[in-house]
Nanobody
């Protein structure tokens, strides 16, 4: 069992930056691929970025060059650095454990709200 707690969301102006953090419980964190997803009102949840247990990453086209996913296995943490934020990045962001080529894993955090507005 893995429990995930996100933090770092908030209100930011367009062009600003935020860093989301996801703290995971469980000593098996290091074997999981981890993903960040987001869901905007009225839209489906979508993958923002994923990182394998070995550190290989993938980012959605909409965030490439602006967002960066990373992880620190020794601390059971995964991060999403978000730069040059746009209003269309406004969403609830969710951390996922077990992400891989087949899609999201079974473990989700509670989500953290990111609002980009002037």
């Amino acid at each position: 069992q893995v429990q995930l707690v996100e933090s770092g969301g908030g209100l930011v102006q367009p062009g600003g930056s935020l860093r989301l953090s996801c703290a995971a419980s469980g000593s098996i964190f290091g074997i999981f691929g981890m993903g960040w997803y987001r869901q905007a009102p009225g839209k489906q949840r979508e993958l923002v970025a994923g990182i394998t247990s070995g550190g290989s990453t993938t980012h959605a086209d909409s965030v490439k060059g602006r967002f960066t996913i990373s992880r620190t296995n020794a601390k059971n943490m995964v991060y999403l650095q978000m730069n040059s934020l746009k209003p269309e990045d406004t969403a609830v962001y969710y951390c996922n454990a077990g992400w891989g080529t087949r899609g999201p894993g079974n473990f989700w955090g509670q989500g953290t709200q990111v609002t980009v507005s002037s």
